[in-house]
């Protein structure tokens, strides 16, 4: 059996290392030098050229090598009875949520502010804010959103969360549907994005969401770049009704140099980082997959390509 590694971001001598533990039997080649295209079997891959995956005819597996599957989506040769799973790694969540509760606090504790009173040698103590009657809006109560949701509400925020389908959490206000939108946006100050980027969350924060927060709010895209209109959100923070945001993923990647987020005091801008896969941890998980596929076994995590994550 052989699997075939596609990715320009990922390090292959790492990942091959690491399935060899776990399986020493794979055969690991690394796109795009695939050899004879009957042998692949399994793809471990993240952002493949449209079209690569259905050159393989006998391909029974496809493991995303990230948490989203957006790059997916849009290859319309994508092999559709080919089951394709998500990488779920629980070290990839706890960095979610430690980015998330980052950028919460830096913005609520008024990090900029103290940061522009140092570089003064100003020694001035402002008002602690309310965290009781901060309320944190989070979009998407997925593995990323239901874990940076329970960490916030831990801290004493008030959280709600948004999704497809009813939850229950403990604590943690839900809204779901197009429905509940409107209701979950308003009064939110903090909105946070953690949703996967398809056909029905594309371009989600646009003027007209940004128009239902409240004066002051700030706005969190930890998920993917297409959920934000940029042009929306820079006129919505420049007017004033957003006070900033923070945002690690955008509509082009890397963020090009002359874009109008890279200078701007209010929008924090990181490329990308927020959460990493990690092949030490994620490895294992990929290897579980790959041996569960072999044996005829449903992978963990299967993605449900027509619901669109
Ligand atoms: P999940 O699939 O576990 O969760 C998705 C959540 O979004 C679910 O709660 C789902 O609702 C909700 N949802 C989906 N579609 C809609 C919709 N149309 N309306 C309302 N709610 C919707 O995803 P994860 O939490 O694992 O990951 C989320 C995204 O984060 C990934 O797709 C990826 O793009 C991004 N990401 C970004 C990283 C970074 O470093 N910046 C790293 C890792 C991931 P329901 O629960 O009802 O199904």
């Known amino acids: 059996m052989a699997l075939l590694f596609i990715s320009e971001n990922d390090d292959p001598s790492v990942w091959k290392a690491e399935l060899a533990k776990a399986i020493p039997e794979l055969e690991v080649r690394v796109w795009p030098e695939c050899g004879d295209a009957d042998d692949i079997e399994y793809a471990l891959a993240w952002n493949p050229p449209p079209g690569l995956l259905a050159s393989f005819p006998n ?42 509760v980052h950028a919460v606090l830096r913005f609520h504790r008024q990090s900029t ?64 549907g197009r429905g509940g939108f409107e209701d979950f946006i308003s009064g939110v100050q903090f909105l946070v994005c953690l949703l ?57 990647e890397p963020l090009p140099a002359d874009h109008p987020f890279w200078p701007h005091p209010n929008i924090h801008v990181t490329p990308h980082i927020a959460a990493l896969t990690n092949p030490i941890t994620a490895a294992r998980l990929v290897a579980e997959n790959i041996q569960r596929a072999a044996a005829g076994q449903p992978p963990d995590n299967l993605v449900d390509i027509r619901r669109g994550y």
């Open 196 to 252: 996967p980027l398809n056909e029905s969350t594309a371009d989600i924060i646009n003027k007209d969401t940004l128009a239902l927060l409240p004066q002051g709010a700030y706005v969190i895209n930890a998920a993917r770049g297409g959920h934000v209109v940029e042009d929306d959100l820079l006129g919505a923070i420049n007017s004033g009704h957003i006070a900033g945001a923070a945002l690690d993923v955008f509509r082009t």
């Open 59 to 100: 391909l029974r597996f496809i493991q995303a090598l990230g948490m989203g599957i957006d790059p997916f989506l849009t290859d319309p040769k994508l092999p559709k009875s080919v089951p394709l799973a998500r990488l779920v790694d629980p070290d990839m969540v706890r960095q979610m949520s430690e980015f998330v």
């Open 113 to 176: 502010l103290y940061a522009d009173h140092q570089k003064k040698r100003l020694w001035r103590q402002e008002a602690i804010p309310d965290t009781s009657g901060a309320t944190v809006g989070i979009m998407g109560l997925g593995m990323l959103g239901a874990d940076a949701a329970a960490k916030l509400e831990a801290i004493g925020f008030r959280v709600r969360g948004w999704s497809l389908r009813p939850h229950e959490m403990q604590n943690i206000e839900n809204f779901h």
